[in-house]
């Protein structure tokens, strides 16, 4: 059975950080893109950053130099390192594993107060 499941979310003032976490099992880990999305309140799901099964790290455009995209394969999780968060951040993070198909994780509430 294929869990992603992600911790890390909270409530944090603008100007802080927050590190997402997403832990991966039933899946080989390191044959999969790992991204993470987020869902502000009333619009879709948006892709955030990337990491593909060879390392390589993509970004939106918005949280360039904010954001870093990590992999740990040895504990099969990838983490999200949030810093300089703005209320426009705002929304619900999810974690996608992709290789062949995609699967979802719950999501972790991210709430940046202005």
């Known amino acids: 059975q294929v869990q992603l499941v992600e911790s890390g979310g909270g409530l944090v003032q603008t100007g802080g950080s927050l590190r997402l976490s997403c832990a991966a099992s039933?899946?080989?880990?390191?044959?999969?893109?790992m991204g993470w999305y987020r869902q502000a309140p009333g619009k879709g799901r948006e892709w955030v950053a990337g990491?593909?099964?060879?390392?390589?790290?993509t970004y939106q455009d918005s949280v360039k130099g904010r954001f870093t995209i990590s992999k740990d394969s040895a504990k099969n999780t990838v983490t999200l390192q949030m810093n300089d968060l703005k209320p426009e951040d705002t929304g619900v993070y999810y974690c996608?594993?992709?290789?062949?198909?995609?699967?979802w994780g719950q999501g972790t509430q991210v709430t940046v107060s202005s």
């Open positions: 039933g899946i080989a880990f390191s044959l999969y893109d």
């Open positions: 990491s593909t099964s060879g390392d390589y790290t």
């Open positions: 996608k594993a992709e290789y062949m198909r995609s699967y």
